[in-house]
């Protein structure tokens, strides 16, 4: 994230003070506020024949953990193109969104920080299996072998897929 010293747009130094009830960087000649803001991601729980894809993440952060399709929503992109392009660059697979399963805030201290995790179910409908640049892995999980970590974040939606409800 970057960091500004001084203001981007009179290039005075920046204060620390508080500003809507928050301690914030700001100029004080031009009233430009420096806000840290969420980083925009997009995540698939994508389901074929009642079996969850996932990936084996080939790149930081949590490099080697078993994740859902995920990346960060691009500029002009809306969270379900996000979700979508993400799981063909990560998988090599299409989808269709069902739902929306929710919107939650995680804390990246790895590299990126807060971020705004949209997460959609999405039926996998076409293409190979064919794991992307930043992924080691790529693989379609029973519910009874996901990882626990995944069951508990995502419980309410893998009870609809176990139900047959997706």
Known sequence: MKEYNYCPICAIPL???????????????????????????????????????????????????????????????????????????????SGEIVKLIGVLRIEDKEIYGDMLIIAYLVNVKDGELTPGDEVEDARFFDIADLPEYYLNIFKDVIEEIQNEEV
């Open 15 to 93: 204060q620390m003070g508080m500003v809507e009830g928050r301690k914030r960087k700001y100029c004080p000649k031009c009233n430009f506020v420096d806000y840290k803001n969420p980083l925009p991601v997009a995540l698939a729980v994508a389901v074929k024949d009642k079996k969850v894809l996932l990936i084996k993440r080939g790149v930081p952060p949590v490099k080697g953990m078993w994740a859902s399709p995920s990346g960060f929503i691009e500029i002009g992109e809306t969270p379900e193109e996000g979700c979508l392009r993400e799981l063909e660059e990560e998988t090599g697979v």
